[in-house]
């Protein structure tokens, strides 16, 4: 500071002011005559005042770059700011033409810097977007004043459309002038979505609020019953958790969902163990798979299922147990899960199986404690039954040899010529054919009595059964020369339903008694309505005769078993008096009663009434199966031999090659052309694909039995009318109503009687009647190990094979070669739980051993197949195939030596 006031000093001692300060005319006037009077003075002053100005220019030039380099440094700063700004950052001109922008405005419009300026948002934006932003900019370049936080909506080019809140002010220059405008945008597309979604949700909360409170008070009023709901159910799940019963929930995938304590502690099984499982885990093999169809077919239609099973337990044990499935179902009605209820009941089957084994030894132990206390009448009728049991149980052990002695009859007599010896064998037949009768009613009653009787209820007609009904006996009338009326039945609009089959047992007992006491005139069939309504009819079937009558006192005893009018009638006229007994049951059970209405000389009329079903279902025909149910009690005395076949063909379907050899040695004597089936499965396809004539058909066989067979067979449409025969060893009653449940024909029971077969061949392919050359007669080959051993029964051998022994002993070795392994095959399968095979294995060796005459091992084999297929006490099966293994293993020794014996020969 004193450098500069000296400098000023010195100026202005040696220079005027107004050379100084002047103006540049003024100093051109002056200059002159100054100069030249202060000259020396002057130039010291300008000296000194070059020397100040080159000092203060350096100092102001130092000032000046100090100044730039902040000024560089602020702008830097600045210019980071704008690059890493999110918001948009633009200045234009009053035109509207970009003079800056900042990267995020490059980004957004994915321009470069160089692409956008110079440019207006015409040639940048979509136009919608360019005069929307254009008339905002003019309002604020006409208004002058800033234009604050205001809400856009953008277009960009893409199409997106994005919200931005922009501020927006004009730019002055120094004289106040517009000369553009700049301003900032910050996008705000998600905040204004989720404003808006809040402005629309809060008119929805507020209704929410509204009906939550509402709904508060709702709960609050059913909380206590919810409560109380609560208790209930938690007492019910106790209850079903502590049930003693097995409780079992499962999905529709068949998984296990829940068990209860009950069912753990029944199976053995842990919960981990069974819950996502399938039941299949308990199965044993020993149910039938029947079963199992039927319970899927009802929980399917939604129906309740309750049936048996046998299941094994995790330790291997089987079981039995009663179980109730039931569909469980949502409120809409679907079904959803399934529950069943089961209950262990094998120690009430193994007590019942002991009842029944002991029951006969109870009633006798019973009688004596009791007969001081029973009446003559009493013990009468306990005597009956015991007989009935006896006899029941005999008459098992006599039709074998039986069936033997009338075949033997039958092919002796086709040899036979002399007159004598001829009546002298139709006499051993007669007495032979009256035997099997008595037989069969035995084994008829002891069943009614047993309770093991039980009726069918198909559909059938009376315009059917009765005519039906005169055809079964019309010939044996005529040969004793009586007429036979059968009256037309009543008038009933539909079908009944009953069973024809024991219907035509009763009737038939009654007309064989009227042919038998009646020499001459008529016999009498008629059937009245008693009671009609839609839903029953209440029928009486009479049968009238002419014959001798009867006292009034015998009157009473006529429908009590083995009794008779008098001993002289069964002396004069023979029979066993179990007919009419027969028929008094079968009645009862038919809801019906009996009785008769005669004097002595002037004939008799036997009347039973039944109780029956109305039905508006088509009855079916007629099974002719009904002339060989009873065939025995009205058998046919002429002494044919086969009759000769042409073009017929058969199909048997049977799978033990043994049996399959006997049957085509039978069929191919009388010419017929024979097709075998090994199973069942087999059986449809070959019925399926050839034109037969009829169909001998095995009830049990691998893959397929010949009941699920028949069905197949049935449905096929060329074959309804098909006749189907069985032919098998199950030779009890329920066996043939099963048979012809399935849609089979006629039932021949293993072992087959050659006359038997011939006679139902010739029934259904209503062969003709002329006869082949007799067969001569061959060595009896009585000299046969099994013979001398007493394991063979020759006659019922030989007449399978129709005396011939070299085929006997070809069948024979046949036996021991397909058999001689049954008994580790069945006791295999009996050890993995595979009952339906084991009793496959044993039904199979009965069936052929039967066949062949092999007496005791037959009876042996009989008695194991009766224990497992009524599941009797593992002990007594072990006791049993132990038995049987010894007997066959002595079987097939004795018939391997007679095969080494005569290839020595």
């Known amino acids: ?55 203060w220019n350096y100092s102001l030039r130092r000032r000046v770059r100090a100044r730039t380099r902040e000024l560089h440094e602020e702008r830097q700063r600045l210019a980071d700011i704008m690059d890493k700004i999110d918001a948009l950052v633009f200045q234009k001109d009053v035109d509207g033409r970009y003079t800056y922008v900042n990267p995020a405005f490059c980004r957004l419009l994915q321009r470069r810097e160089e692409e956008i300026l110079g440019r207006d948002d015409a040639g940048l934006l979509p136009l919608a977007s360019a005069r929307a932003i254009a008339a905002s ?46 301003g900032i945008a910050t996008d705000i597309t998600e905040h204004s979505s989720a404003t808006e979604a809040l402005q629309a949700e809060k008119g929805r909360t507020d209704e929410l609020l509204a009906e939550a409170e509402h709904m508060r008070q709702i709960l609050l009023s059913t909380l206590e019953d919810q409560q109380l709901a609560e208790i209930q159910l938690r007492k019910l799940s106790q209850a079903v958790e502590q049930s003693p019963e097995a409780i079992v929930i499962t999905n529709l995938k068949a998984e296990i969902e829940y068990v209860n304590e009950a069912f753990l502690q029944i199976s053995g099984y842990r919960r ?77 089957r193994r007590l019942a199986q002991e009842l029944e084994r002991h029951r006969h030894h109870l009633e006798e132990l019973v009688d004596l404690r009791t007969a001081e206390l029973a009446t003559a009448k009493r013990a009468a009728e306990v005597a009956n039954q015991a007989k009935s049991a006896f006899l029941a149980n005999m008459s ?103 069973d024809p089959t024991r219907l035509t047992q009763a009737l038939l007992n009654y007309i064989g008694n009227a042919i038998k ?50 001993n002289s009638t069964t002396r004069h006229y023979g029979g066993t008096g179990l007919g009419l007994a027969i028929t008094r049951r079968l009645a009862l059970q038919m809801g019906g009663q009996t009785g008769v209405d005669s004097r002595p000389g002037s004939g008799s009329t036997f009347w039973f009434t039944a109780r029956l079903r109305r039905s508006q279902v088509a009855a079916p025909p007629l099974s002719a199966a009904l002339s060989s149910a009873h065939s025995a009690e009205f058998p046919l005395h002429d002494e044919r031999s086969p009759p000769v076949c042409c073009d017929r063909r058969v199909l048997l379907c049977e799978d033990n090659p043994v049996n399959q050899d006997v049957a085509l040695a039978l069929l191919a004597d009388i010419g017929l052309e ?65 048979c012809l449940a399935a849609g089979m024909n006629d039932f021949l029971p293993k072992p087959v009687n050659p006359t038997a077969l011939y006679r139902c061949l010739q029934h259904w392919l209503a062969l003709p009647k002329s006869l082949p050359p007799p067969s001569p007669a061959q060595d009896d080959g009585s000299r046969l190990a099994l013979t001398a051993a007493g394991k063979l029964d020759l006659e019922q051998a030989l007449a399978i094979t129709r005396n011939r022994p070299e085929r006997l002993v070809k069948l024979l070795t046949m036996f021991a070669e397909n058999h001689a392994g049954d008994i580790d095959r069945l006791r295999h399968e009996w050890q993995q739980g595979e009952g339906t095979a084991a009793e496959r294995t044993a039904h199979s060796l009965k069936g ?24 009797e006490p593992d002990a007594r099966i072990v006791e049993l195939i132990t038995t049987v293994e010894h007997e066959l293993h002595s079987v097939c020794q004795l018939i391997r030596g007679e095969a080494e014996d005569k290839q020595g020969d």
């Open 517 to 566: 006491f009646t020499e001459r005139g008529t016999i009498g069939l008629r059937c009245q309505l008693q009671e009609v309504s839609a839903e029953e009819a209440t029928l009486r079937f009479e049968v009238s005769d002419t014959g001798i009558g009867i006292e009034a006192e015998a009157l009473e005893r006529l429908f009590n078993a083995f009794e008779q009018a008098d």
């Open 137 to 182: 900019d003019r309002r604020i370049l006409d208004a002058g004043e800033p234009w604050q936080r205001h809400a856009e909506k953008l277009l960009l080019p893409n199409g997106e459309e994005r919200s931005y809140l922009t501020t927006k002010t004009p730019l002055r220059d120094n004289a106040g002038r517009i000369i553009g405008l700049q």
């Open 396 to 498: 098992h052990e006599i039709r074998t040899p039986m069936n033997a002695i009338i075949g033997l009859t039958h092919l002796l007599r086709k040899n036979v010529q002399d007159p004598e010896q001829r009546d002298r064998l139709d006499k051993v037949r007669n007495a032979g054919e009256h035997l099997l009768a008595v037989i069969n009613d035995i084994l008829d009653l002891s069943k009614i009595e047993a309770g093991k009787v039980e009726l069918e209820a198909i559909p059938f007609t009376l315009d059917r059964l009765l005519p039906q009904v005169g055809m079964l006996v019309r010939d044996r009338a005529q040969d004793k020369g009586l007429s036979l009326l059968v009256e037309p039945a009543p008038v009933l609009e539909g079908s009944l339903l009953g």
């Open 272 to 348: 981990e163990e069974v819950l996502g499982r399938n039941p299949r885990i308990l199965q044993s093999s020993r149910t039938p798979d029947e079963r199992y169809t039927e319970m899927w077919s009802c929980l399917i239609e939604g129906r309740t299922w309750c049936g048996e099973l046998i299941n094994r337990r995790k330790n291997g044990a089987l079981y039995h147990e009663r179980a109730l499935i039931s569909p469980i179902r949502s409120a809409e009605g679907e079904i959803t899960h399934y529950v069943a209820v089961k209950q262990d009941i094998s120690e009430q």
């Open 1 to 55: 500071m004193k450098k500069q006031h000296g400098v000023k000093r010195l100026l202005g001692t040696c220079l005027p002011i107004s050379l100084l300060c002047g103006t540049p005319q003024a100093v051109a006037q002056q200059a002159p005559s100054t100069l030249s009077s202060h000259l020396p003075s002057t130039l010291a002053g300008l000296a000194l005042l070059g020397t100040g100005l080159l000092l």
């Open 848 to 871: 052929t051993a039967a066949t062949l005459g092999i007496q005791p091992l037959g009876r042996l084999a009989t008695e194991l197949d009766q224990a497992l297929r009524t599941a």
């Open 674 to 738: 024979v097709d075998v089936a090994g199973n069942g499965r087999e059986a449809v396809a070959r019925a399926a694909a050839t034109d037969y004539d009829l169909i001998l058909m095995d009830m049990q066989m691998p893959l397929m039995d010949g009941l699920e067979a028949s069905r197949a067979i049935r449905a096929l449409p060329q074959c309804r009318e098909l006749p189907i025969v069985a032919m098998t060893a199950n030779a009890f009653a329920e066996d043939r109503e099963r």
